[in-house]
């Protein structure tokens, strides 16, 4: 079994971009549409993701809802979150880094 890569953007052109960058070859990229499909995703694959690239605006659950989750949950304890948004706000990169994530970057 390969190791999985969970891109979470409501953007399917974004997440198309981050998936061929990431490339296929290594790794088995899963893409989700919203927090809620992120997630499920998470809950079936969480022995096989390396890394989360996770976006904060999102419909169903955002991107902080995720992070609650993976605390919660203590996921965010062993995978690596990355976020990529578009909220370049200070109080929300804060807010990012006191859930754990890993590194915050700017669409």
Not at 59 to 86: C, H, M, S, Y
Request: glycine content about 6%; aromatic content about 6%; proline content about 4%.
């Amino acid at each position: 079994m390969r190791n999985k890569i969970l891109i979470v953007d409501d953007v399917p052109m974004n997440r198309e971009i981050l998936a061929d960058i990431l490339g296929a070859e290594q790794y088995d990229i899963l893409e989700a549409g919203n927090g809620k499909e992120a997630i499920r995703y998470i809950q079936e694959n969480k022995d096989e993701l390396v890394v989360i690239l996770l976006d904060l605006v999102m419909p169903e659950i955002d991107g902080f809802g995720v992070l609650e989750w993976l605390q919660k949950t203590k996921n965010a304890d062993r995978i690596p979150i990355l976020i990529i948004t578009g909220d370049s706000s200070p109080e929300s990169e804060q807010r990012c880094f006191d859930f754990g994530v890993n590194d915050f970057i700017h669409k």
